[in-house]
């Protein structure tokens, strides 16, 4: 079966630090990946998707960026995090190679980022 | 655009009392719909969706929806709440694999 993994579970940094928040997938290949921000009291915010190794597609300008350097392997990084950073990143993932339209997605436990 | 709707941010029910959480959904052509529970602190788990063909869709852990296309809505129902439904509810409407719009959640409290 499959199993999605993130790291760390919990997170607080400091203002201009770096940040790198890692996700893996287990039990399939080439998985379509995906990156969300939910805030409190609000719904989830796609951030980004992968379809393949290196492939990245950003759907909101920020300080952050994605790469995918193993087929199951996304990480969330930025240079500098900002205050407005804080929240609860979700890493997903869903099967490739059938319909799009029926792929479902699948979360991890997700990582809970404080910006002090 | 397609987007959703959950219109009661937070609902209050007695255990063993039945259940219904409603969402709207905004979407031009044939909507692929989802619901997703999600335990504090942790991460979103499937709990139905609905593709195509009959309007009533069963999921996990007893939950039941139902597609009403003249309605544009995709509500979610239980019949006998249990303690442990106390959670975060998101309806979800896909439009490509990665096109997923989530609505805002309702939260969901079970009085003993």
């Known amino acids: 079966s499959q199993t999605i993994h993130q790291w760390p579970a919990t997170l607080v940094q400091p203002v201009g630090s770096p940040l790198s928040l890692e996700c893996t997938v287990e039990?399939?290949?080439?998985?379509?990946l995906y990156w969300y921000r939910q805030a409190a009291g609000r719904g989830l915010q796609l951030l980004f998707y992968?379809?393949?190794?290196?492939?990245i597609s950003s759907e909101v300008p920020q300080n952050l960026s994605a790469s995918r350097p193993q087929d199951r392997q996304f990480i969330l990084s930025s240079k500098k995090l900002l205050l407005s950073d804080s929240g609860f990143y979700l890493c997903?993932?869903?099967?490739?190679?059938?319909?799009?339209?029926?792929?479902?997605?699948?979360f991890g436990p997700g990582t809970r980022l404080t910006v002090l | 655009a397609q987007s959703v709707t959950q219109p009661d941010i937070h609902i209050t029910v007695s255990e063993g009392a039945s259940l219904e959480l409603r969402c709207n959904y905004s979407?031009?052509?044939?909507?692929?719909l989802f619901w997703y529970v999600q335990s504090p602190g942790q991460g979103l788990q499937l709990l139905l969706k609905?593709?195509?063909?009959?309007?009533l869709v069963q999921g996990i852990k007893g939950f039941e929806a139902e597609f009403k296309r003249s309605q544009s809505s995709f509500n979610l129902r239980k019949p006998s709440v249990h303690w442990s439904d106390a959670a975060e509810y998101f309806c979800?409407?896909?439009?490509?694999?990665?096109?997923?719009?989530f609505g805002a959640g309702t939260r969901l409290t079970v009085k003993p």
């Open positions: 997903a993932w869903s099967p490739s190679g059938r319909p799009s339209s029926y792929n479902e997605q699948f």
């Open positions: 039990g399939t290949s080439n998985p379509n």
């Open positions: 992968s379809v393949g190794i290196g492939q």
């Open positions: 979407y031009g052509a044939t909507p692929y």
């Open positions: 609905y593709f195509s063909g009959d309007t």
């Open positions: 979800a409407v896909g439009a490509s694999f990665y096109d997923m719009r």
